[in-house]
């Protein structure tokens, strides 16, 4: 992540700024911290996509394991169907319909838990993220003000 580099060379030229006599202020050089600062600016958006390919792509996901779901549903009442002719193929039919139907309902949980807990650190991270670098900034400004 670029800007987490950006981030640390900010602190870094922060760190190494002369102190200004009786305070806990610094000089520092105003044009290499507003690159910086646009440059920032520059990836955000980049960040910002790769968010919203992820909350896409836990959709998709969560699209398809109830694709999968259903097919794997229909497949056991399709199997149930052409078992009917006999009460004891009948019998098994039914539950074994239901066990299947009970593994593709965990299995869609499962991955929908899953893609839902993914898409949530990779968004949590990404907020973090975000927030350090607008504390950054802001905290930046205040000392150039």
Known sequence: MEIFTLLETLEEILERSKGVPFSNKGIVDKDEILDIIREIRLKLPDELK????????????????????????KEAENRIISMIDEHEITRKAYEQKAKIIETANEMAREISKGTKDYADD????????????????QTNRNELK
């Open 50 to 73: 790769q968010a919203k390919w992820v909350k896409e792509e836990r959709s998709r996901i969560i699209v398809e394991a109830k694709k999968e779901a259903e097919d794997i549903v």
């Open 122 to 137: 990779v968004l949590g991270n990404l907020e973090n993220v975000l927030v350090d670098a607008l504390k950054t900034i």
